[in-house]
């Protein structure tokens, strides 16, 4: 395994394989080293935290290595499972990003289309009053018009009842003027 490049407060660290196997005592002493760098490092119990992400990837890679000395094919396999896993976390980020670059394109599609049925509704109301005004016009013509329509009838049946009454006189002159 090649030796790893570490840069840490703007200095060079170079960590090298060692050769030696791993004991138990190994693993229980890189599990403190986790525990105690995570509470070093202030890392978040829950959640994502690039902290922790950081510290459980050294981690692993530390117990590869381990795992590697003792047996070669272990350590290629569980390598191949770490770059799956980085694949598949890197996909799900990249699926994360979109979907709220989508989200947040159609909150702006919707918001343009609230924006635009609020203008709409405007629009409406003010058709509506236009037209209720249209109705209060015109049901006042028809009212004016009501009232000329019946005076005019009622001029014109008094107009008629004169002109009735004169021939009625006419025709009683004349049955007058024939009787005698």
Known sequence: MPPQEIIENNQLWVRYVSPTPATSADVTNLKKELE???DTLGARDSGICPVREELHIQCFDELIRQITINCAERGILLVRV???FRMVKETLQSLYDSSIAYGLKK?????SQKE????????????????GYQIEDLEETIRMKTE???????????RLA????????????IQENLST
Not at 116 to 127: F, H, S, T, V, Y
Not at 148 to 158: M, S, V
Request: aromatic letters at 10%; charged letters at 45%; glycine letters at 2%.
């Open 148 to 158: 000329t329509y019946a005076y005019e009838r009622k001029q014109f049946a008094e």
């Open 107 to 111: 909150a702006l599609i919707g918001e």
């Open 162 to 173: 004169v002109e009735k009454q004169d021939y009625k006189n006419r025709i009683f002159k």
């Open 36 to 38: 105690r760098k995570l």
């Open 116 to 131: 635009l049925m609020k203008n709409k509704q405007l629009q409406l109301e003010k058709d509506i009053k236009e037209l």
């Open 82 to 84: 770490r770059d799956e």
